[in-house]
């Protein structure tokens, strides 16, 4: 358990270093894969799969990659560990298990259920 919000900052210096290289190499591969087409229809269908999925995961990696960058940029505004929506210090537990969410867990689940 931490004690302050402060200690999620190097944490999240590291979660953004291991998301920019997974956005950079899921780039790498979906640039490899526009060049080699084959004539097997399975092998394109697969190939098409892949790459849908390469792009999900690049964009639900690039979505977390801004969510942690907005979280750092928190801390330079003193901001960070305070919800956005309300204005309340968000639970260090969740901070700890969520350390980029801009919400406290009340906001975040009022906006879960608009969602709905
Ligand atoms: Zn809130």
Redesign the pocket.
Known sequence: MIRSADEMKPVLLQMREDLLVKVDRLKDTQALDGTGYTNHQADDATQAFDQAKDLALRTSSQKQLRLVEDALARFEDNTYGR??????E?DLARLEAIPYTP??????E?REYRRR
């Open positions: 919800c956005d929506n309300c204005g309340k968000i919400l406290c867990l009340a906001c975040a009022a």
